[in-house]
């Protein structure tokens, strides 16, 4: 699966962006689509999911009321709508299709994730 995520950029801290993301081909309905970010030398942070089958969705406390994820299925696209963006949401933000819940977490169960995209906020 190919993935082709856009929208990044740098923006001051209050601002908004939003995120999409393509994929190649729809995925199995019993995964999620989803956003995660990551900054150097950290681990890959999960950040937002919506699952194919119903349209359930999920986030992470740190976004939860300032990010929506949203889907369009006939394009097999995904969107994240950031606002009230902190310097703390700066990172890189990939998204992937076939994200599973599992050991209190999500994770990509295939490991698919594609190049992301950079989101920059300046206090």
């Known amino acids: 699966v190919q993935l082709q995520a856009s929208g990044g950029g740098s923006v001051q801290a209050g601002g908004s962006l939003r995120l999409s993301c393509v994929a190649s081909?729809?995925?199995?309905?019993?995964?999620?689509m989803g956003w995660f970010r990551q900054v150097p030398r950290e681990e890959r942070e999960f950040v937002a999911a919506i699952k194919w089958s119903d349209g359930s969705i999920y986030y992470s406390d740190a976004v939860k009321g300032r990010f929506i994820v949203s889907r369009d299925n006939a394009q097999n696209t995904i969107y994240l709508q950031m606002t009230s963006l902190k310097p703390e949401d700066t990172a890189r933000y990939y998204c992937?299709?076939?994200?599973?819940w599992g050991y209190g977490t999500w994770y990509s169960d295939n490991d698919w994730w594609g190049q992301g995209t950079q989101v920059t906020v300046s206090s």
């Open positions: 992937a299709p076939d994200l599973l």
């Open positions: 081909e729809r995925t199995s309905d019993t995964y999620a």
